[in-house]
């Protein structure tokens, strides 16, 4: 009975992904402790910072400071690692240009359409054929490309062309 089975399928796959999903969640809030962590170092060392300028009423050699400077340099490249660890365990990137959490594989933001800067993985040589994967008949697909495109892009991910609003 293939609606028994596409329905059984359904659900276990829908049990995967709730445990994908408490996964990725427990990743991300372990990692954002760590950058709790690291605001707390450039905190205190805004702190001793502050303590050096008043100490020497502003007139300190650049050396009292280095060190303090230093550590906000490290904490906040380790926020940065830190971050985008999390966005490779939630699958996504940030848009250089507008900030939007985009898919990591997408060549084009869906928000703002600006290519993607890291490569794109080429096609694959030779497998072109049928590669009819079962989509849902509702699914939005690029005017351009016939790339499936989420509900609310504005930009398709895969070729970059702007898709018209419709109402
Ligand atoms: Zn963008
Ligand atoms: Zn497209």
């Given at each position: 009975m293939a609606f028994f089975d596409t329905l059984g399928k359904t659900i276990s796959e829908k049990g995967k992904e709730a445990t994908q999903k408490a996964k990725v969640l427990a990743e991300t809030m372990q990692l954002k402790g760590q950058i709790s962590t690291e605001e707390n170092n450039i905190q205190l060392a805004y702190q001793e910072i502050g303590k050096l300028a008043y100490d020497s009423q502003l007139q300190a050699e650049a050396e009292a400071y280095s060190e303090w400077f230093d550590k906000v340099r490290e904490a906040k490249k380790r926020i940065r690692e830190l971050e985008e660890k999390i966005n490779e365990v939630e699958g996504i990137r940030i848009?250089?240009?507008?900030?939007a959490k985009i898919?990591?594989?997408?060549?084009?933001?869906?928000?703002?359409?600006t290519k993607s800067e890291q490569s794109v993985p080429e096609p694959v040589e030779?497998?072109?054929?049928?590669?009819?994967?079962?989509?849902?008949?509702?699914e939005k697909k690029c005017p351009a490309c016939g790339e499936p495109i989420e509900e609310d892009s504005r930009f398709c991910t895969a070729c970059g062309a702007e898709i018209a609003e419709e109402d």
């Open positions: 848009c250089r240009n507008c900030g898919p990591r594989d997408a060549a084009f933001c869906n928000q703002c359409g030779g497998g072109e054929s049928e590669v009819s994967a079962v989509r849902l008949p509702e």
